[in-house]
């Protein structure tokens, strides 16, 4: 059986994704969703057209963690996609947050990242996709977001090494590189700081953001950016010195 398998999907960026590749791609027979919230899952199958297996798994428990590798072992499925969006970030200086926050953006935006990777990739054969999540905050360091931003330039370092890795494989992998989606994240996020004005004001419907990665990873696009303003940032982020931007950003935070 062909599957895709993506993990935070109890809500979010994660959800989206199942509603869409569910109805984009016939080849797929059956879903597995994987999140904390099991009540939240379980609201995904009348709401999705194919078979939906919903797996409750805190992925920053390891010992939870490993269960998915046992039932890939014994199901031996075809993987066509695999799409880490889980993930959180917490505003607020270093030390201001507490240790087990900012250990566990590290712990399940990285750890947890590479770990599902690794256990799925025997699964997947010749043109099966991986979206991994990054992040525009992945284009320059935080001041304020720092583990946050940190972990996502990580995740896209990671996917762009992984996709090299793996083109001899027919295997592709995609780095989603948006800016601010009005999701969930930003109620957990803000629930140690607030997000700047301005990038309330370039927030972007998540229907887009993974209309647009599917695309891209369909095209065999390393790096996936949705929209003009988040383009020109990555832009801005290569080719202007980080301290300068420092600078710019302090001034907006002055005058908002």
């Given at each position: 059986?062909?599957?895709?398998?993506?993990?935070?999907?109890?809500?979010?960026?994660?959800?989206?994704?199942?509603?869409?590749?569910?109805?984009?791609?016939?080849?797929?027979?059956?879903?597995?969703?994987?999140?904390?919230?099991?009540?939240?899952?379980?609201?995904?199958?009348?709401?999705?057209?194919?078979?939906?297996?919903?797996?409750?798994?805190?992925?920053?428990?390891?010992?939870?963690?490993?269960?998915?590798?046992?039932?890939?072992?014994?199901?031996?499925?075809?993987?066509?996609?695999?799409?880490?969006?889980?993930?959180?970030?917490?505003?607020?200086?270093?030390?201001?947050?507490?240790?087990?926050?900012?250990?566990?953006?590290?712990?399940?935006?990285?750890?947890?990242?590479?770990?599902?990777?690794?256990?799925?990739?025997?699964?997947?054969?010749?043109?099966?996709?991986?979206?991994?999540?990054?992040?525009?905050?992945?284009?320059?360091?935080?001041?304020?977001?720092?583990?946050?931003?940190?972990?996502?330039?990580?995740?896209?370092?990671?996917?762009?090494?992984?996709?090299?890795?793996?083109?001899?494989?027919?295997?592709?992998?995609?780095?989603?590189?948006?800016?601010?989606?009005?999701?969930?994240?930003?109620?957990?996020?803000?629930?140690?700081?607030?997000?700047?004005?301005?990038?309330?004001?370039?927030?972007?419907?998540?229907?887009?953001?993974?209309?647009?990665?599917?695309?891209?990873?369909?095209?065999?696009?390393?790096v996936s950016v949705y929209g003009t303003t988040m383009k020109s940032f990555r832009l801005m982020c290569k080719t202007i010195p980080h301290t300068v931007i420092f600078r710019l950003m302090r001034?907006?935070?002055?005058?908002?």
């Amino acid at each position: 059986m062909k599957i895709a398998i993506v993990t935070g999907a109890s809500s979010g960026m994660g959800r989206e994704f199942i509603m869409q590749i569910a109805d984009r791609f016939n080849g797929i027979g059956e879903i597995w969703a994987i999140a904390r919230r099991e009540d939240r899952l379980e609201e995904l199958s009348p709401n999705v057209p194919v078979k939906v297996r919903t797996f409750a798994i805190d992925l920053t428990d390891k010992s939870k963690l490993m269960s998915l590798e046992d039932i890939l072992a014994k199901e031996k499925p075809e993987v066509k996609w695999l799409i880490n969006a889980a993930g959180y970030g917490k505003i607020g200086a270093v030390g201001s947050i507490n240790i087990g926050d900012e250990m566990g953006m590290v712990e399940l935006n990285c750890e947890a990242l590479c770990a599902v990777t690794h256990m799925v990739l025997p699964y997947m054969s010749k043109n099966s996709r991986i979206i991994q999540f990054s992040s525009a905050a992945s284009f320059l360091p935080q001041p304020g977001f720092a583990i946050y931003a940190a972990t996502k330039s990580f995740v896209l370092s990671y996917s762009r090494a992984l996709n090299e890795e793996l083109k001899q494989k027919g295997i592709y992998v995609t780095a989603v590189c948006p800016g601010p989606v009005k999701t969930e994240f930003f109620d957990i996020a803000e629930t140690t700081g607030k997000i700047p004005l301005y990038k309330r004001i370039v927030m972007a419907d998540p229907k887009k953001v993974v209309r647009i990665a599917l695309r891209d990873s369909m095209m065999g696009r390393p790096v996936s950016v949705y929209g003009t303003t988040m383009k020109s940032f990555r832009l801005m982020c290569k080719t202007i010195p980080h301290t300068v931007i420092f600078r710019l950003m302090r001034g907006l935070m002055k005058t908002t």
